[in-house]
């Protein structure tokens, strides 16, 4: 009684799951160890029949498409597993990104503000440093005008790092925006190419 050894192979993969990969080369080489054994002859003299030789080639190509698909399952899930991390990386790095400059950009705007009070300050506390500013004042009022002219000019120069910051951040969440929304349509699109019509 012969035995179809793909058949118990697959049988005994199926019941064994050891390794479906490890299955498929055992079943390999005993396909091949059958061809050369059916090449050389057995040790009676007597050749198998062409078919069933054909029958083995063919099942020889099964098992090979098989193990081609099983490492083409294998290499693509894992570069869909790195894809993943890189962009998981990515987006999480943004976020880090977009998040450190609105730190930024209220750490400008504060400091641009406290510039501005101490400006205020500064201007209302010596009782005669604004008029003494337009009439020429005297040398004693001359170091408050000077602090709260640098204090203004520091408000200013702030104030245009933060207006430069938030511009950025703002063009980065649009950018963000944008590609998301293109990532979304092509995936609707994908899934609508997915879909097939049959009309009968």
Same mark, same amino acid.
């Given at each position: 009684?012969?035995? @179809? ?18 299955? /498929?080369? *055992? ?6 160890? =059958?061809?050369?054994?059916? $090449?050389?002859?057995?040790? @009676?003299? $007597? ?7 054909? +029958?083995?080639?063919?099942? /020889?190509?099964?098992? $090979?498409?098989?193990?081609? +698909? ?12 790195? &894809? /993943?991390?890189?962009?998981? %990386? ?5 976020? @880090? ?10 750490? /400008?705007?504060? &400091? ?9 300050? =500064? ?15 005297? +040398?004693? @009022?001359?170091?408050?005008?000077? *602090?709260? $002219?640098?204090?203004? &000019? ?9 207006? *430069? ?17 293109? *990532?979304?349509?092509?995936? %609707? ?12």
């Amino acid at each position: 009684m012969a035995i @179809d050894q793909a058949g118990l192979n697959s049988l005994l993969a199926t019941f064994m799951p050891k390794n479906n990969m490890t299955a /498929l080369r *055992e079943q390999r080489a005993n396909l091949l160890q =059958k061809l050369q054994q059916s $090449d050389t002859g057995n040790q @009676d003299g $007597d050749r198998q029949q062409p078919g069933d030789i054909k +029958q083995q080639l063919r099942e /020889l190509v099964a098992v $090979d498409q098989e193990i081609a +698909q099983k490492l083409y399952d294998e290499i693509s899930k894992k570069l869909e597993e790195k &894809r /993943l991390e890189r962009e998981a %990386a990515i987006a999480k790095k943004e976020r @880090d990104r977009e998040r450190a400059l609105a730190k930024h950009e209220r750490l /400008l705007v504060n &400091r641009s503000l406290s510039k501005l009070l101490s400006a205020a300050g =500064k201007a209302g506390h010596p009782g005669q440093a604004c008029i003494g500013a337009f009439s020429g004042g005297s +040398q004693e @009022d001359k170091p408050y005008i000077s *602090e709260v $002219d640098r204090d203004l &000019r520091e408000s200013v120069q702030y104030g245009i790092a933060a207006a *430069e910051v938030a511009v950025r951040r703002k063009n980065a969440e649009a950018k963000a925006q944008i590609e998301e929304n293109a *990532e979304r349509k092509k995936a %609707a699109h994908k899934k609508k190419s997915k879909r097939v019509n049959i009309m009968v």
